[in-house]
Structure formats: structure tokens, C-alpha cells
């Protein structure tokens, strides 16, 4: 069965960090390249971050550039997004998926950035 759980999300201030984990199975995650999307009240999904199969390269909306860092664990199957300064623009659900062929969407994790 293809599934993808999404944790670590919370409530934090502004200027806090949060890691993301989503752990992928059913699928060969060792071989697929991931991604974090995140969608806020509103607002449509966004593709935050992407990392190839291998961990070697990576890309981020510019909003995020230099705040989060996304990183993967093929042994664990698992993907991460460190989030450092956050903002309350970053507050969304965020979901985790495959590059090119998507499986079906996890239930997120909420990041909620408050004062």
C-alpha cells in the first residue's frame, strides 16, 4: 500500500524552526525524487522544496531560500524539511509527494507560526 505520513509540525513563534519528517512506503523511494508543497488557508498549493533520488540536488521557492533546508534518508525512506526563522507566512499544512508520478497525498502536518 502507497503511503506517505507526514510529522512534526506545531505551533511556534516567529523565528522558531520546525523539522518536517515524511516517511514514504510502498513505493521505491530510494529511486524517487520528493518533494514539500504546503497550502494555506486560501490559498493554493505551493511546491516549497524538491531534492533528487540521490540527495544531491535541491531546489526551494524563493521565499524559503536560506530558511529551509530539505534533506532525505533513503535508508529510512524518509524525507525532511529543517525550517529555521520562521515567519507567519509559513503557516500552512504541509504535505510531502513524489516527483512525476504522484501518489496519494498524506494528511500533512500543520505549521502554525504565531505570536
Known amino acids: 500500500q502507497v503511503q506517505l505520513v507526514e510529522s512534526g509540525g506545531g505551533l511556534v513563534q516567529p523565528g522558531g524552526s520546525l523539522r518536517l519528517s515524511c516517511v514514504g512506503s510502498?513505493?521505491?523511494?530510494?529511486?524517487?525524487?520528493m518533494r514539500w508543497y504546503r497550502k494555506a488557508p486560501g490559498k493554493d498549493r505551493e511546491l516549497v522544496a524538491s531534492?533528487?533520488?540521490?540527495?544531491?540536488?535541491?531546489t526551494y521557492v524563493d521565499s524559503v531560500k536560506g530558511r529551509f533546508t530539505i534533506s532525505r534518508d533513503n535508508a529510512k525512506t524518509t524525507v525532511y524539511l529543517q525550517m529555521n526563522n520562521l515567519k507567519p507566512e509559513d503557516t500552512a499544512v504541509y504535505y510531502c509527494?513524489?516527483?512525476?508520478?504522484?501518489?496519494?497525498w498524506g494528511q500533512g502536518t500543520q505549521v502554525t507560526v504565531s505570536s
Open positions: 531534492i533528487t533520488s540521490d540527495g544531491v540536488t535541491t
Open positions: 509527494n513524489r516527483i512525476g508520478i504522484v501518489v496519494p
Open positions: 510502498g513505493f521505491t523511494f530510494r529511486q524517487s525524487g
